[in-house]
């Protein structure tokens, strides 16, 4: 069992950064994936990013390559993701969630096994 919490959310201007955190803990979070998706009211929620359990491969939604940079860091029975967020856009606005897996299909809600509660960035003209 994993569990995940998010921190760091709040409100910005447009092109100010941002840093999101997901704790992740249990025995096994340093060998999950990790990744983040966003939920903007009245959409669905969509894959931001994600990165393997040992950092070797990242993955970005088309809309926030160069913008947001994932990172994981493992210890025992925890790991730490970061969602770098830069250049902040109105259309970023969103309740982020963490979530954790052992699979792959990072841009299928269905292939993550834990998630968040969610944390809300928004981001004004």
């Known amino acids: 069992q994993v ?3 998010e921190s760091g959310g709040g409100s910005v201007q ?3 950064s941002l840093r999101i955190s997901c704790t992740a803990s249990g025995r ?6 990790m990744g983040w998706f966003r939920q903007a009211p009245g959409k669905e929620r969509e894959f931001v990013a ?3 359990w040992n950092g070797d491969y990242d993955e970005y939604l088309d809309s926030v390559k160069g913008r947001f940079t994932i ?5 025992d029975n925890t790991a730490l993701s970061q969602l ?5 856009k109105p259309e970023d606005t969103a309740t982020y969630y963490c979530a954790a897996s052992t699979g792959g299909g990072f841009r299928l809600l269905q ?3 834990y998630w968040g509660q969610g944390i809300q960035v928004t981001v004004s003209s």
């Open 50 to 52: 994600a990165i393997y």
């Open 71 to 75: 990172s994981k860091d493992n210890a």
């Open 111 to 113: 292939s993550w096994d």
């Open 3 to 5: 569990q995940l919490v």
């Open 14 to 16: 447009a092109g100010d």
């Open 84 to 88: 770098q967020m830069n250049n902040l």
């Open 28 to 33: 096994t979070a340093k060998n999950k994936n």
